[in-house]
């Protein structure tokens, strides 16, 4: 099974609707993080979370908001998803430590979005 | 200015070639230097994790850090086609939470 896992792994949804993605893992990290990745601008931070009482906002937070439910579970909400918000989404865990801890991050296999 | 800058290709090379993929970047404060490897339809895995200056070797893969330049360096040797993918760079520094900057990915083909 894998470590980090994501659903859905695909979702087409319409402009002004309500959206999460899940994140899920099993590998007993602390960090979680949520990125969203676009052609040619490579991985943008949306938003991380150090412990589940520890979460900041990344460099692209506006129009997102995130729950960390458990030290396993770490989700992304588009409270009203608009077409620029269409991209393909990957959560990450790392665990806590030194920097090349912190620095080794599991990626789950991405959501792909579609805003319509 | 984007703080780390990589050239997104694509590259392409026939097999047994050795490719150089590359980034800069204007930090100074970075200390921290990684390379990612992300297949199509997958999320990027870590490849190779250089700490300040020099030089790492992992079997093909070789990882060179300039500071002095701000430049990075990714060496691939005996090139196979299993290596298409793309390769993006990424740095943190200590003062930053160790959070990650990324470039924006080089995507690589090898040609059989």
Known sequence: ?116 | QKEVEQDPGPLSVPEGAIVSLNCTYSNSAFQYFMWYRQYSRKGPELLMYTYSSGNKEDGRFTAQVDKSSKYISLFIRDSQPSDSATYLCAMSYMDSNYQLIWGAGTKLIIKP
Not at chain 1, 9 to 37: A, F, P, V
Not at chain 1, 70 to 91: D, G, R
């Open chain 1, 1 to 116: 099974d894998a470590d980090v896992t994501q659903t859905p792994r695909n979702r087409i949804t319409k402009t002004g609707k309500r959206i999460m993605l899940e994140c899920s893992q099993t590998k007993g990290h602390d960090r979680m993080y949520w990125y969203r990745q676009d052609p040619g601008l490579g991985l943008q931070l949306i938003y991380y979370s150090f412990d589940v009482k520890d979460i900041n906002k990344g460099e692209i937070s506006d129009g997102y908001s995130v729950s960390r439910q458990a030290q396993a579970k770490f989700s992304l909400s588009l409270e009203s998803a608009i077409p620029n918000q269409t991209a393909l989404y990957f959560c990450a865990t790392s665990p806590s430590g030194n920097a090349i801890s912190t620095d080794t991050q599991y990626f789950g296999p991405g959501t792909r979005l579609t805003v319509l």
